[in-house]
């Protein structure tokens, strides 16, 4: 397992991109939680109430012989609204915003590269607002946000937000995909 690379990726709602990035190959886990901001171990309700800094993050174990860093930011900018600050849809706030946290300087180098690439493309109608910063910390996410969408497929939620963007990975990216 020491072949295995890190990346963390905070794009809206944790349980939207858990459920996406779960259904590609090469990714070994993802965990939900939160990253960026300066309080430890904080809660679902303080990184909600936005005061804390974090955002709620996931964290992807990949293995980089069957899908490559460059590869999972693609999914990652085409699947969540990379020009929107501090909001995902109906989601509003800090905790809400677009951003990679690089483990590595060629992480760094790749996803300024493709954010530039994608930028200057013009595929979205407005700049790509996503931070990358370097990782600082990341705090796992309480149990109950854990494989959230396998659990409440018919919630609402789900439904509305989670399912179109699995459509979408299936669509887009149905090469890479588990199912």
Not at 67 to 76: N, P
Not at 131 to 160: G, L, V, W
Request: include cysteine.
């Amino acid at each position: 397992m020491f072949d295995m690379e890190i990346a963390t990726l905070a794009g809206g709602c944790f349980w939207c991109l858990d459920a996406i990035f779960k259904r590609l190959k090469g990714v070994v886990s993802v965990v939900p939680g939160y990253s960026g901001g300066k309080k430890e171990n904080p809660s679902y309700d303080e990184v909600c109430s936005g005061t804390t800094g974090h955002a709620e993050t996931i964290q992807i174990v990949f293995d980089p012989k069957i899908i490559s860093f460059e590869k999972l930011l693609d999914v990652f900018f085409h699947l969540h609204d990379p020009t929107s600050p501090n909001q995902q849809g109906a989601d509003i706030g800090p905790q809400y915003r677009s951003q990679i946290f690089y483990h590595s300087e060629k992480q760094k180098q790749i996803a300024k590269k493709l954010k530039e690439k994608l930028d200057k493309s013009g595929v979205f109608n407005k700049p790509i607002v996503t931070k990358i910063t370097p990782f600082t910390n990341f705090y796992k996410a309480e149990d109950y946000h854990i494989n959230y969408y396998e659990r409440n497929k018919s919630s609402p939620y789900c439904q509305i937000a989670i399912n179109p963007k699995i459509q979408k990975l299936m669509k887009n990216y149905e090469e890479y995909t588990t199912c």
